[in-house]
Structures are given as C-alpha cells and as structure tokens.
C-alpha cells in the first residue's frame, strides 16, 4: 500500500511527533483494554449460574466487602496513573510541535474555496511572489510557515503524513507550521466538511530538495508563454475571447481575473480539479466540456465548445508548462 | 404476606371497564379486584375514541407511543446509513450523487442524536419512572403528551422535507457559514434549525417533568439514598438537558434569524463570529453524548441487579460517579475544535478534562465487575447486551482518549477514526444497553416475554455485525479518510474496509430485523410474564405486567433501596400507604430528600388542547421561515390553544371542592 495520505507513515518532524505519541498511547489504551476484558472474564468465570427464582444475595448490604473496595480502589487508582501518564505525554507532545525552529522558513499562503486550493508563494519582492492551484512544492529540511484563510466556508488544511489538520475560518487568519524531512509526493485533502464537492478537494505535496524546490518556483515564477503553433494560438484567442478569462488568471496575459484556479502553469500539474481526475488531454477536455459530470456542483460551469474549438483550447493549455 | 402478594391478593386482575361499579368509601388501598381498586381504573384509563386516543395523558400511553416512535426513527435513520454503505461500498460509486447523500448523512446524524438518541431515553423515563417510583403518574402530564406531540411533528416535518429534496444537507452540526444564507439558500437549513426547535422544546419539558417527578412523587420511604440508580440516572440527565439544550437552542435561532432576517450574527464580514456557532453548538453537543451514555448507566446498574442477583456494589460511588460525569461534560465541549486556533493554555486544560471524565466512567465499570464477580449469574438475553457494552464501550472510551490528546486528535479528528469512535460510544454505550432494556422491560410493557432464542441470534448478529461495520474505519481514518465524503477515489488503499465494512451493516440489518420479528412475534405469542419473570428488586416489577392503568391498587411504602428484595434480608415486606381518592387522579407528593408523605396533589385529566397546541406550534415553528412576520402571529393560536388548556373546568373545580371536604 502507499504511504500517500497515512497518519502512521509520517514524513516529517511534526507527523513523527505525533505517530510517536500515538504508539504510545495505543499500547497503553491496549494494556487497559485487556486488563478490563480479562477482569470481567474473571467475573463471569467465577461468579456461579442462578435464574431468575434464585434468592438474592443482600449479605452486602450488613457487611462491609472489603475485598471488592480493594479491587475497585487499585484499578481506579491506576487508571488515574495511566491517564497522567497520557496527559503529559500528550502536552510533551503538544508542546514539541509549538516549539518548531523557523528559522530560514518559507512562507506560503493557503486560501480554501469551493472546492479547489490556492497556494500563493510570498516573497518580499513583490515580482517574485507567485500562485499556484492544488499542488504545493516544499523544500525538504526546511520549515514552512502556511498561512490559511477560507475563501468561502469553513475548511481544513490536513496532510497527514506531514502534520496534524488545520481550520480555514472565514473572518480569521491560522497558521501551521510544518517541515518535510523525506522527499516524496504527499496527499493532502480538505478535512472539514464544506459542501458538494467536500470529497473532491485534495491537493499535492511535493517535498524535495532545496535546488529542485528553488528550480520549481523559478519556473512557476515565469509567465505563460506565448504559443507558437497555430492551433495552440487559437486555443488562445479563444481563452482571452470567451467566457475562460472571466474567471482564471494566466500571468503574463490579459487574463488577470482571481475567481479560479491561476492556470499558468497548469500542464505541469498532476492533476485536475483538486484531485478530481489525472491531467492529461483527454482529462482537461472531458473537464472543459462538462465538469459538472465529472464534479457535481463544481463551480465551473459546463462548456458546449465544438470539437475543434476544444482541441485549440487543450492544445494551448497543454503549453502552459 | 409479601408486598407482591399482598398487591395482587386473592383476587385475580381482571378488571372490566364495563362495570360501572360506585364504591360507597372512595379512598384507595384495597386489593385489586376490590371496588374501590376498579374504581382507580376507570379513573386513570384514557378516555375511548380517537378523540381520546388524542387526549391520552398517561404515562404509560405517552412513553409507549413515545418509545415506538423513537424506534422507528431509529429504523429509519438506520435505513440512511445502509444506504451510505452502499454508496461507499466501492470507490467512484455513483448509487447517489453528492447533494443525496450529503442530505443523508445530515438526517442520519441529525435524526439519530435528536429524534433517536435523546429522546428514546426520555421516553424510557416517562414510562417507568413511575412505576420504579412508585407513584401513578409523572408530575406534569399534559406537559408530557404535549412534548411527545412536539416532538411526533418535528420528526414528521424533517423527513417530509428529506421526502421532498428539501433535507437539510449541511451536517448534523450545521457549521455556519456553510448553513447560512449564502452557502445554502433555500429553506433547507431552515427545516434543521426548526426541528431543534422542536426537539428542544419536548425535551426540555420531559426533563422538566422527570425532575419533578423523581423530586417529589416518590414513593414514601424512597429517601434519596434508597432510590434506584436508573432514577439518579434520570435525574442527572434531565439537568443535564435544562443547562445544555438552550445553547444549542439559542444558537439554532440565531441561524434562523441570520438566515430570514438577513441578521449577522455569524457573518465575519459584518462583525459576526463563524467559531461562535461551534462553541455554542459543542457546549450542547458535547453534554448531549452524555445524556444519551448516562441513561444507558441506569439500564446498565438496573440490569445487572437483577441478572447478578445481588444489589450494585458501591451504591453511593455510583451515584457520585453520574453526578461527576455530567459535571465534567461541560468542561469538554472544546475538543470538538482543536484544529480551530484555540490557545495552548485552554488545548491543555480541555485534554485534561477529558482525560478526567474517564475516571467517573472508570468506577462505574469496576463497580459492575465487581458486582458481577461476587454475583450469581442468570444469563439471559438482557444480561447479554450489556455485556456487549463492556467490549465495544471500553474500546470508544479509550478512543475517546485519544481523541482528547490535542496532538493526536489533530490528525485523527473529522476522518473515519471519529467516525468508529462515536459508534463505538453511542451504540456500545447506548443502544447496546438501550436493546438489554427494550429484553428487560419489554415483559413489564406487554406481559409477555420475548423469546430468548431469537434474543441471543439478536445480540450475537448486533455484536459481530457493530465490530465488522465500524472496526474497520479506526484503519480508514488513520490511512486519511475524511469522514462526510460521498465517495473516494479507487487508488487510495480504503476499498477493501471500506467494503468489510459495508458488509457489517448488512449483519446490523438482519440483527435489527430479528429484533422486529421478535416483538411482532412475542407481543402475541409470547410467554406470559408474571409481574416479575427476573425476580427483579425494583418497585416497577411490584405491580401486574402489563401495569394497570393506575400502576398500584395502593401507593407502596418503602424501607430499602430494593424493596422487592428487602424479605430475602430481614423477613419484613414494604406495607402500603391507603386514602388517595380513587373518583379523581389524585398523588401522593413527598419531600425531596426523605420522601415524606407531605401533601396530596389532583393530576390534569386527560385533554386534547395539549394535541392541538402542538399542532398551533408546529405551524408557528414551520410558518416563521416560509412568511418571516409569522415568527410573530404564528404566536396568536398558540396562545389561544394553551388558554384552553390551562381553562379551569366547572366539574373538576366541583370534585375538587369535594375532595378538600372528604376527610
């Protein structure tokens, strides 16, 4: 099985903070679990059978049962040792994960919509500030501070094998702070339910070197080419001239509206649709065509292109690279 | 002679309501049979007809119908789990698309805590309180049967909309500003915050009525220390759901007003608060898990008397033990929020309490072993279910913990690990138990028994089925499944759980369905109960099964805290106190903390005003969002409604003028 979107998988300090935790716990919830199942086992070994014509047994109400007091008192007196045991562990724990050096950190900025995720990379010149849509790149070793803020409702920022979730709240800013040590490519998905399309808000990690991490923003830094062959040049002319521009933007075209996903680099994304469907052409031309087959709801609304107005589309999409 | 005996003298019950027999001397305490106990029954019969059907005031009636209804949301809402099963039997499912079963799964989470959960307890309680109390009525019962009204037309009004595409489809917790104006328009949100409405209403009036009730119409002796622990557990919940309920009251109006008055109460962009909701939602929501557990504690100590056949060890510990539960479940509501940003001070002292209240917990389930260690064991299908509660509770418990870490609760929370918790707790913890009482009580309710055999396929089909369903989702939430999505894609590595687990529900369902045969089968065919088939200690078990119409020929005296068991002890039996009149619905009130007898008290008769003032406010409730100036008329008929009501009848006045002379 892959470790793609696993708790008990962690891939950074913060998740390993808490796997350790959790193992500690579970064996210690494990403990409790068969001593209470072995106690009543015990019971109901040595208590004899009766029916319902049986005498009752009211010698408990004249004599003190001393021996009963005492089982009770040790088991309840070492559950409460067991229960602080897991309260500091947990606070150790909780404490370790707000005690993360920032140092050299980079700075990203989730916002949640409907049902697809913005990552805008911050950057203190202005010019080097960039977006992307569903796919987050990391540099491994590195920490990373995510600032989140809801674009509509309520959502949650989770990627398991990096750290524990995080609520987008409207009319409030969050933070998480998190640091990949493995390289590899992690799944991330929206955790607090936030309408239709709730099951289809996943996006992408990608923790890897600093270089590779340094290599990836440069790029996504540049703005979209200009096509050069003439099916991708009508492609387009009909994204500036129909209804696309309305809502994507695409650095460095007139295409400058914020309602959608910033499609510059979009053909470099692996998916489509938070995670909806794998991006290739075929993908982006059943999406273009009707999301709303694909995801109920989506807020992209169905497109009745003629056939070679769609290919022109894909074609100049699958140059935004 | 015994106190059972001496109930049911030498004459056999068989009352006829034909006979119109006056007895010269009209005071209770003569046997059944006699005419002054005929008499008692004609007076606390519910009157004949439909109308009358609708008049019904008496305790058993209500908490009968009361019962019956609960389960049948519970049937219901469980056909909406099958069906998400279903759904998520497989990957890329497409039985029902996203708006269906986000519906679904709101109305299953919605009608099971509201309308299954909370209520079914309190319907347990109408009906035996008094029994167990040795009283004939509870304290208010024209309130009683207009809570059960309230809450009929409540159930009625959610799955009509769900019926009608109009279900709400925002969860069971309504997270503004997902259920606000802008996100869901229409009136689907609107049905969800009426139905707490609803909801709130009757179950603040049970609550209201059950502490009056276990406060002051207890049998005389019932001191405090004797009562018996499924009344402490009654007692406990209903304050519980008097401090709890108008939070999520007040919250769930604040919607409708944000949502049909353009209010903003919840919108960040004109100075309103989106974790407000959560707070006010979760300071209701996390006491109400308890207020489902803790009954399910009284069915538990009840049960396990019995079928140990000794009294429960550690009585007062018990007691304490429900009290500190429900003190601390309101210290905990903050765990539902931590992936919000709380402070790490506040994350910590909320992890500690709910570490703390495990304690409590943990008491009671070492008393019971105890209990049953130094017991004799009758094995029987009642006994069984609670069993069942020591495996799966203890498993949600110490998830529970788990949940309470901040830590791990981050990672774990809104998957499916929450989701194999909650069950683990609410069906371990409550229906488990709840199913042992339905085995227990069900001889008292009808008479007859229901047949064991049928009850272990029962118990051992719920059993294996519950940890097939729901043992599996601990993985799923811990390989990254959210919880509340309509389907998931096929590489993720959660098709065979979650198909193991599709499977498990199908086990629930032919468990479920024997239970169903089981009662259709053994309300008719049956063995005869006897008024006591477990040889049970409580006061309930004194009297014949099913109950009379007035409970008791006599109103029981009590010197023990199992009366019915108090001559295996010390060879005296509980005598009978005599003189209540038997031509009107008179009571018996006693003090709070000893029970002494203190003054006499004449019940409402039975009145169809409480029916058709639930009928007047269900159409004020539904009314204030379909035209917004109906919040404010809709008030006119149920004010006249309850003006009839409350309307002193000249006959009545005349006995009761009459009673006062009576010596």
């Known amino acids: 099985m892959n470790a793609l979107q696993d708790v008990l998988h962690p891939a950074g300090v913060q998740a390993g903070h808490i796997a350790h935790l959790w193992w500690f716990t579970v064996a210690l919830c494990a403990v409790v679990f068969v001593a209470i199942l072995a106690g009543l086992s015990y019971a109901l070994w040595r208590a004899p059978r009766a029916d319902a014509r049986s005498a009752p047994d009211m010698a408990s109400m004249d004599r003190p049962e001393s021996g009963a007091k005492r089982a009770v008192v040790t088991a309840v007196a070492l559950s409460i040792l067991g229960l602080l045991a897991l309260l500091g562990a947990s606070v150790a724990t909780d404490r370790a994960l707000a005690t993360l050096p920032?140092?050299?950190?980079?700075?990203?900025?989730?916002?949640?919509?409907?049902?697809?995720?913005?990552?805008?990379?911050?950057?203190?010149?202005?010019?080097?500030?960039?977006?992307?849509?569903?796919?987050?790149?990391?540099?491994?070793?590195?920490?990373?501070?995510?600032?989140?803020?809801?674009?509509?409702?309520?959502?949650?920022?989770?990627?398991?094998?990096?750290?524990?979730?995080?609520?987008?709240?409207?009319?409030?800013?969050?933070?998480?702070?998190?640091?990949?040590?493995?390289?590899?490519?992690?799944?991330?998905?929206?955790?607090?339910?936030?309408?239709?399309?709730?099951?289809?808000?996943?996006?992408?990690?990608?923790?890897?070197?600093?270089?590779?991490?340094?290599?990836?923003?440069?790029?996504?830094?540049?703005?979209?080419?200009?096509?050069?062959?003439?099916?991708?040049?009508?492609?387009?002319?009909?994204?500036?001239?129909?209804?696309?521009?309305?809502?994507?933007?695409?650095?460095?075209?007139?295409?400058?509206?914020?309602?959608?996903?910033d499609l510059t680099h979009i053909a470099s994304r692996p998916t489509l649709a938070a995670g909806t469907l794998p991006n290739d052409p075929q993908g982006l031309a059943a999406w273009i065509r009707d999301p709303q087959k694909l995801k109920p709801g989506a807020q992209m609304p169905a497109h009745h292109v003629p056939d070679d107005e769609l290919d022109a589309l894909v074609a100049y999409l699958e140059t935004l690279r | 002679m015994t106190f059972d005996a001496q109930l049911n003298s030498d004459a056999p019950f068989n009352f006829d309501p034909g006979r119109n027999q006056q007895p010269e001397d009209k005071r209770d305490g003569p046997p059944w049979g006699s005419p002054q106990a005929l008499e008692l029954e004609r007076t606390w019969r519910e009157p004949p007809g439909l109308v009358g059907w609708l008049s019904a005031v008496n305790h058993k009636s209500v908490g009968k119908r009361f019962i019956i209804t609960a389960f049948c949301v519970f049937l219901a809402a469980g056909l909406l789990a099958a069906a998400m099963r279903l759904q998520l039997a497989r990957p890329d499912n497409h039985l029902l698309g996203p708006d269906l079963y986000n519906q679904i799964f709101t109305l299953h989470g919605t009608a099971m805590m509201f309308l299954f959960a909370v209520p079914v307890m309190q319907a347990m309680a109408v009906y035996l309180l008094p029994l167990m109390l040795g009283t004939r009525s509870t304290a208010f019962p024209r309130m009683t049967a207009y809570a059960y009204w309230m809450y009929l037309f409540g159930a009625l009004m959610i799955f009509a909309a769900f019926f009608l595409r109009a279900g709400p489809d925002a969860g069971w917790f309504e997270y503004v500003p997902l259920s606000g104006p802008e996100y869901t328009p229409g009136h689907r949100s609107d049905y969800w915050a009426q139905l707490i409405s609803f909801t709130e209403v009757s179950g603040l009036l049970v609550s209201v009525d059950v502490v009056t009730t276990v406060f002051k119409l207890r049998a005389p002796g019932m001191t405090l220390a004797r009562m018996p622990l499924f009344a402490w557990a009654m007692l406990v919940t209903a304050f519980m759901i008097i401090f709890a309920m108008p939070a999520v009251m007040t919250a769930s109006t604040m919607l409708l007003f944000d949502r049909t008055f353009s209010f903003h109460?919840?919108?960040?962009?004109?100075?309103?608060?989106?974790?407000?909701?959560?707070?006010?939602?979760?300071?209701?929501?996390?006491?109400?898990?308890?207020?489902?557990?803790?009954?399910?504690?009284?069915?538990?100590?009840?049960?396990?008397?019995?079928?140990?056949?000794?009294?429960?060890?550690?009585?007062?510990?018990?007691?304490?033990?429900?009290?500190?539960?429900?003190?601390?479940?309101?210290?905990?509501?903050?765990?539902?929020?931590?992936?919000?940003?709380?402070?790490?001070?506040?994350?910590?002292?909320?992890?500690?309490?709910?570490?703390?209240?495990?304690?409590?917990?943990?008491?009671?389930?070492?008393?019971?072993?105890?209990?049953?260690?130094?017991?004799?064991?009758?094995?029987?299908?009642?006994?069984?279910?609670?069993?069942?509660?020591?495996?799966?509770?203890?498993?949600?418990?110490?998830?529970?913990?788990?949940?309470?870490?901040?830590?791990?609760?981050?990672?774990?929370?809104?998957?499916?690990?929450?989701?194999?918790?909650?069950?683990?707790?609410?069906?371990?913890?409550?229906?488990?138990?709840?199913?042992?009482?339905?085995?227990?009580?069900?001889?008292?309710?009808?008479?007859?028994?229901?047949?064991?055999?049928?009850?272990?396929?029962?118990?051992?089909?719920?059993?294996?089925?519950?940890?097939?369903?729901?043992?599996?989702?601990?993985?799923?939430?811990?390989?990254?499944?959210?919880?509340?999505?309509?389907?998931?894609?096929?590489?993720?590595?959660?098709?065979?759980?979650?198909?193991?687990?599709?499977?498990?529900?199908?086990?629930?369902?032919?468990?479920?369905?024997?239970?169903?045969?089981?009662?259709?089968?053994?309300?008719?065919?049956?063995?005869?109960?006897?008024?006591?088939?477990?040889?049970?200690?409580?006061?309930?078990?004194?009297?014949?099964?099913?109950?009379?119409?007035?409970?008791?020929?006599?109103?029981?005296?009590?010197?023990?805290?199992?009366?019915?068991?108090?001559?295996?002890?010390?060879?005296?039996?509980?005598?009978?106190?005599?003189?209540?009149?038997?031509?009107?619905?008179?009571?018996?009130?006693?003090?709070?903390?000893?029970?002494?007898?203190?003054?006499?008290?004449?019940?409402?008769?039975?009145?169809?005003?409480?029916?058709?003032?639930?009928?007047?406010?269900?159409?004020?409730?539904?009314?204030?969002?379909?035209?917004?100036?109906a919040m404010a008329w809709g008030m006119i008929p149920v004010i006249i409604a309850l003006t009839f009501w409350f309307w002193p009848a000249q006959d009545e006045t005349r006995k009761h003028l009459l009673l006062e002379k009576r010596a």
């Open chain 1, 102 to 261: 920032l140092e050299n950190a980079v700075h990203i900025e989730v916002v949640g919509h409907q049902w697809w995720w913005q990552f805008n990379y911050d950057d203190p010149i202005p010019a080097r500030v960039f977006s992307t849509a569903n796919e987050m790149h990391i540099p491994v070793g590195r920490p990373v501070v995510i600032t989140l803020q809801a674009g509509d409702v309520i959502h949650s920022f989770w990627v398991p094998n990096l750290h524990g979730k995080k609520d987008l709240i409207p009319g409030r800013i969050t933070t998480i702070q998190l640091r990949a040590d493995q390289a590899g490519t992690y799944r991330g998905q929206c955790a607090e339910f936030c309408g239709l399309q709730h099951a289809f808000m996943a996006f992408t990690v990608v923790a890897e070197d600093d270089a590779a991490f340094q290599r990836w923003a440069d790029a996504q830094r540049k703005p979209a080419p200009e096509p050069t062959d003439a099916k991708a040049r009508r492609g387009h002319d009909l994204f500036m001239s129909g209804t696309c521009m309305m809502c994507h933007p695409i650095s460095g075209t007139t295409a400058n509206a914020r309602k959608a996903p």
């Open chain 2, 265 to 629: 109460f919840f919108n960040p962009s004109d100075g309103g608060d989106a974790l407000l909701w959560q707070h006010l939602f979760w300071f209701f929501g996390h006491p109400e898990v308890y207020f489902i557990f803790i009954p399910a504690l009284g069915f538990m100590s009840s049960i396990i008397a019995t079928f140990a056949r000794r009294p429960i060890y550690g009585h007062p510990a018990m007691v304490l033990s429900l009290i500190a539960t429900a003190f601390f479940s309101f210290g905990l509501w903050v765990h539902h929020m931590f992936a919000t940003s709380v402070p790490e001070l506040g994350k910590a002292f909320f992890t500690a309490m709910s570490m703390m209240i495990a304690i409590p917990s943990a008491v009671q389930i070492f008393c019971w072993i105890v209990t049953l260690a130094t017991g004799r064991l009758n094995i029987r299908a009642p006994l069984l279910f609670v069993l069942g509660f020591f495996f799966i509770l203890t498993l949600g418990g110490l998830t529970g913990l788990i949940l309470g870490s901040v830590p791990l609760d981050l990672q774990v929370h809104d998957t499916y690990f929450v989701v194999a918790h909650l069950h683990y707790v609410l069906i371990g913890g409550a229906v488990f138990p709840l199913f042992g009482a339905f085995y227990y009580w069900f001889p008292k309710i009808t008479g007859r028994m229901l047949d064991e055999t049928l009850g272990r396929w029962n118990f051992w089909l719920f059993f294996i089925g519950f940890n097939v369903t729901f043992y599996p989702m601990h993985h799923l939430g811990l390989r990254g499944m959210p919880r509340r999505v309509y389907t998931y894609p096929a590489d993720m590595g959660w098709n065979t759980l979650n198909l193991v687990s599709s499977i498990g529900a199908a086990i629930i369902a032919v468990s479920v369905l024997l239970f169903i045969v089981n009662v259709l089968k053994s309300r008719r065919a049956g063995a005869p109960a006897g008024d006591n088939p477990w040889g049970a200690p409580t006061l309930e078990w004194a009297t014949t099964s099913p109950p009379a119409w007035c409970n008791f020929a006599a109103i029981p005296v009590v010197s023990s805290r199992e009366p019915l068991w108090q001559g295996a002890r010390d060879a005296t039996s509980p005598g009978h106190v005599a003189g209540l009149a038997t031509d009107v619905r008179e009571g018996l009130v006693t003090t709070v903390v000893d029970a002494l007898p203190d003054h006499r008290y004449v019940y409402p008769s039975p009145s169809i005003w409480p029916f058709i003032a639930a009928l007047a406010t269900t159409f004020w409730f539904i009314g204030s969002f379909y035209m917004p100036t």
